[in-house]
């Protein structure tokens, strides 16, 4: 071998490495989708409900009367329970929420996370 072949065949190692290390990553992800996230308002759930809530709840008009496009608003209908029993409902159901479409497990269970720790703003 000569020096640059050994030194291609070093760096062909390494990327082997690497892109496994990757792979595990990704792997564990999907195992548990969830588990990266922290239920706190500005790092998770404020994405969250923008996604799937604050097209109708919120601007100044909002669906119900409940914002959920801001903090404030956001955590008082979510520690009156109403936000969780709202999704909590199987799709189908009339009153669940979000009305079209599905919110997933993963999602929900951010939400009722955050409620049990009392809504945090931020970490
Ligand atoms: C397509 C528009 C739309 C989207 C998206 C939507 N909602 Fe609603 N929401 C409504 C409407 C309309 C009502 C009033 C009718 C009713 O009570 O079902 C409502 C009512 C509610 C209520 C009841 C408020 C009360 O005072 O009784 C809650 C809580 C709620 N939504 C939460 C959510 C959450 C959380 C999401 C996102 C996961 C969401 N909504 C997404 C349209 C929407």
């Known amino acids: 071998m000569t020096t640059a072949t050994k030194f291609q065949a070093t760096l062909s190692v390494i990327a082997i490495l690497g892109s496994s290390a990757f792979l595990q990553s990704c792997q564990y992800n999907v195992e548990d989708p969830c588990s990266e996230r922290t239920a706190v308002y500005n790092a998770s ?3 969250v409900l923008d996604a799937h809530c604050s097209g109708c709840h919120g ?3 909002p669906e119900a009367g409940v ?3 801001n903090y404030d608003s956001a955590a008082d209908a979510t520690l009156s ?3 969780i029993y709202r999704i909590g409902l199987p799709a189908n159901d009339p009153l669940a929420m979000p009305p079209y479409g599905s919110f997933s497990d993963c999602d929900i269970a951010l939400l009722e996370k955050w409620a049990t720790l009392g809504a945090p703003e931020s970490e």
């Open 45 to 47: 759930v404020a994405l």
């Open 59 to 61: 601007g100044t008009y």
């Open 67 to 69: 914002g959920l496009d």
């Open 81 to 83: 329970g109403e936000v």
